[in-house]
């Protein structure tokens, strides 16, 4: 939210000095004059130091990066591997014990909720004739997918997405779709970064225009 107002702001002050083609390298600028990139930059080791030292030895390491030398170590650890690498498939589960499915106890619909009802209560809405803006590249992998992930009972997408917008869908003759649920997309960007395959391509919504949530 507050980069979106800097950006905002510097388009505004271009606009108002009539420099309508220039490139707003003050915005990098002011970026790095605000307190997000100081909190960005204070917690750069968070993540990578518990993916190369493990939970404990990492947290040690976080603990005094972080709280003692408020993130002012000279060294900036990197993950090497992105982030949509690291999804485990079935075979890769068998070898690690953590990476089993996680069997969540069902919504309640008191504190907890199951994500159709909680897409509904967020009241993300999009245009009902707006072209589906989440593309596949191939639209066999999905359901390749299925045999390689989760024991064969689901494909990643259908856990992460945390809108069911992936869904899979079974006919009476056992005949297995997969389908993309647009209307429902919260644009977490998920799935672009997270698909093993990068098979998913998010694309801005028609204008970009995004959801609509008539509540904020
Ligand atoms: S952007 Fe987020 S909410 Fe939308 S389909 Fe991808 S994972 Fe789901």
Avoid at 155 to 176: H, M, R, T
Avoid at 190 to 214: F, H, L, M, R, V
Wanted: hydrophobic share 30%; charged share 20%; with cysteine.
């Amino acid at each position: 939210m507050k980069s979106g107002m800097l950006a905002a702001e510097t388009i505004n002050d271009a606009l108002a000095a009539g420099r309508l083609h220039d490139d707003l390298v003050e915005y990098e600028q002011a970026f790095n004059n605000s307190w997000i990139y100081t909190e960005l930059y204070q917690q750069k080791n968070w993540g990578p130091a518990r993916h190369h030292f493990g939970e404990i030895l990492g947290g040690i390491f976080s603990f005094i990066d972080i709280n003692l030398l408020n993130g002012k170590l000279p060294l900036t650890l990197n993950d090497s591997q992105p982030d949509h690498a690291a999804t485990l498939s079935k075979q890769a589960q068998k070898v690690y014990k953590d990476a089993e499915p996680i069997n969540y106890p069902k919504a309640d619909g008191v504190l907890t909720f199951n994500k159709l009802d909680s897409v509904f209560l967020s009241n993300t809405n999009h245009g009902e004739d707006q072209p589906c803006h989440l593309k596949l590249s191939d639209n066999d992998i999905p359901l390749k997918h299925l045999s390689e992930f989760n024991d064969g009972r689901s494909e990643p997408s259908l856990f992460y997405c945390p809108a069911g917008v992936y869904e899979k869908i079974e006919n009476d003759s056992g005949e297995i779709k997969f389908q993309i649920n647009s209307q429902n997309c919260l644009h977490c960007k998920t799935c672009d970064i997270k698909d093993p395959a990068q098979n998913i391509n998010w694309s801005i919504p028609e204008g970009g225009d995004g959801p609509t949530y008539p509540n904020m």
